[in-house]
């Protein structure tokens, strides 16, 4: 419960809020560094990267500082990255859980994500950075095969991947999939991390959904 909790720690939103941003109603809607490197600034991005970072970090240290076994420590990684993905001070939306998960995975498999980081970002050169977002994550488990790591932390490793993908195929309350590419919207999620093909398209219909919402609230509260 600790982990998680640490995890939910809204870093981006806070951050948007001393910025006068909701960083749910701009850009992605994500509750991560890049929509506030996107939105806000890249000095606070920044902030946002580190902090989330840490918070993956800091779970599995204060893991191991109370002598917790692996599959513990494993556990409370895990709990940081759902808390970060599913905040439960953003109503359970949240961020991707890529960087509290590099956190976690920093103490936990620094092999296996030297290994991912390195590949991830020669896919995020050749193609895009949500593409090659996947790719590092999905090494992980199979670095941790090729290593010889034993089934606990395989399995293991294999759960970080499957919370980067369940956040990306779940989209976060009130984003709905998008109705003319219906049967591509699981694709789109998975490899661009967005309803449609076109990025731009993409944000420009969450900032029309967001200015609606507000319109229709406001009606409803006179």
Same mark, same amino acid.
């Given at each position: 419960?600790?982990?998680?909790?640490?995890?939910?720690?809204?870093?981006?939103?806070?951050?948007?809020?001393?910025?006068?941003?909701?960083?749910?109603?701009?850009?992605?809607?994500?509750?991560?560094?890049?929509?506030?490197?996107?939105?806000?600034?890249?000095?606070?991005?920044?902030?946002?990267?580190?902090?989330?970072?840490?918070?993956?970090?800091?779970?599995?240290?204060?893991?191991?500082?109370?002598?917790?076994?692996?599959?513990? @420590?494993?556990?409370?990684?895990?709990?940081?990255?759902?808390?970060?993905?599913?905040?439960?001070?953003?109503?359970?939306?949240?961020?991707?859980?890529?960087?509290?998960?590099?956190?976690?995975?920093?103490?936990?498999?620094?092999? @296996?994500?030297?290994?991912?980081?390195?590949?991830?970002?020669?896919?995020?050169?050749?193609?895009?950075?949500?593409?090659?977002?996947?790719?590092?994550?999905?090494?992980?488990?199979?670095?941790?095969?090729?290593?010889?790591?034993? @089934?606990?932390?395989?399995?293991?490793?294999?759960?970080?991947?499957?919370?980067?993908?369940?956040?990306?195929?779940?989209?976060? @309350?009130?984003?709905?999939?998008?109705?003319?590419?219906?049967?591509?919207?699981?694709?789109?999620?998975?490899?661009?991390?967005?309803?449609?093909?076109?990025?731009?398209?993409?944000?420009?219909?969450?900032?029309?959904?967001?200015?609606?919402?507000?319109?229709?609230?406001?009606?409803?509260?006179?």
């Amino acid at each position: 419960m600790l982990a998680y909790l640490l995890g939910s720690f809204p870093t981006a939103f806070l951050i948007g809020k001393l910025s006068r941003v909701d960083i749910r109603r701009v850009g992605s809607g994500a509750g991560g560094a890049t929509n506030v490197w996107t939105n806000i600034s890249r000095r606070w991005a920044l902030v946002v990267a580190l902090v989330d970072t840490g918070k993956g970090l800091l779970a599995v240290l204060l893991a191991r500082w109370a002598g917790a076994e692996p599959a513990t @420590q494993w556990s409370a990684g895990l709990a940081a990255i759902a808390g970060h993905n599913w905040s439960v001070f953003m109503r359970f939306r949240g961020g991707r859980g890529l960087l509290t998960a590099c956190g976690a995975l920093l103490l936990l498999a620094p092999l @296996q994500l030297a290994a991912g980081v390195s590949l991830g970002l020669v896919i995020t050169i050749a193609f895009s950075t949500p593409l090659g977002a996947l790719v590092a994550m999905a090494c992980i488990p199979l670095a941790s095969i090729g290593l010889g790591k034993g @089934q606990e932390v395989v399995w293991a490793s294999l759960a970080v991947f499957l919370l980067v993908v369940v956040k990306r195929l779940i989209p976060d @309350q009130g984003m709905a999939a998008y109705a003319r590419n219906g049967r591509w919207v699981l694709l789109y999620r998975l490899l661009l991390d967005r309803d449609v093909r076109d990025r731009e398209t993409w944000v420009r219909r969450l900032s029309k959904k967001d200015t609606k919402d507000e319109r229709e609230g406001k009606l409803s509260s006179d």
